[in-house]
């Protein structure tokens, strides 16, 4: 059970007004807000102990490594890697698809094919579309239904002895679809093309258990699952990062250097060329740990009641359409009402206090399908409110006889 009350008290943040309103923080999907502890981790981070790692003989730079490499290993456990070195520490789920798809620019050949969802964020789109361009690979794209779920037939027929890779987020940002990927990574597994998931989105719901999953590679970012900004993951199966070459050369990613021949490190070094987010790595262990004592099935449950209750109000609003209608959802309700533009109705709730997201949500491809410029997206953490929502629909329906 959530005790909301005492969980507020958490956030710092939430006891500010915006225009001189309450905040009603509803643009969770796009940043989640952070809990004091992670606040003093940072703190005490360049308070106490603030020195680069594994170099240094002193003291400040052991804690420091010891912090840093403790993080690694919370991140390992709370996924479920095998192997802590199988995990990257990248600054964000953008980061750690470069990484991947770069790296697969080694692998890859002319007419050979790699997968995408329909639903993907531009950032599992775009870095795939480059990398076509470099190696003559071809992008298919595996279609959505009117209800804001993936054709997952389809997607059965798109797979074959060509398929090399498949990506697809684990949730959808825009929409808050949750993707049947144990079904996607499978069958992908039965013509040995590798499967990335994009967990961005879904971090902060779900807790994946990435060898039950079977992925070969899972990604994410901290700032979402309340951690800091500028620091996230990647997990890499074993296999898949001793076969992809390193993606940034520099220090710390080397074993020996000189001018006739450089060795690399081992992982996870390899992947981690330079100086990382110190700081961020530490917090991002904090925020899974408060993460943790909060639960899962805790968040999971009393935010699908926060979805619930938000879905019935705003659709007793004349007009109000609500797109991604699936009914394995996260707490993400995107809407338009009538012809109003979405940016008109954020730039009102903002003079009310209330933080939501308009426009495409960086995944324009899914605006196209519904013929639409973008919606409002109201998403919902573990640290909302029903009285919240009370506010926000009321917002929304003076926002609504503003503009019509
Ligand atoms: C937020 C998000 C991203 C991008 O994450 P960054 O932290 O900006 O790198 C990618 N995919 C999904 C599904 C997201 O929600």
Redesign the pocket.
Known sequence: MINVDKIREDFPILKRTVHGKPLVYFDN??TSQTPQVVIDTIVDYYSNYNANIHRGVHTLSQEATDKYEEARVKIQQHFNAKNTYEIILTS????SINMIASGFSALLEKDDEIIVSALE?H??IVPWQMLCEKTGAILKVIPMLEDGSLDIEAYHTIVNQKTKLVFC?H???ALGTVNPIEEIIAKAHQFNAAVLI?G??ATPHIKPDVQALDVDFYVA?A??LCGPTGV?MLYGKEEWLEKLPPYQGGGEMIATVSFEKTTYAGLPHKFEAGTPNICGGIAFGTAIDYMNSVGFKNIANYEDELLKYGTEQLLKIEGLKIYGNTSNKTAVISFNVKEIHPYDIGAILDKLGIAVRTGHH?AQPIMDFYKIPGTVRASFSFYNTKEEIDVFVNGVKRAVRMLS
């Open positions: 999907a796009a964000g789920t953008t980061h964020h950032s599992n987020n949730v959808s940002n994009d961005a989105q970012s700032h979402k996230g960086c």
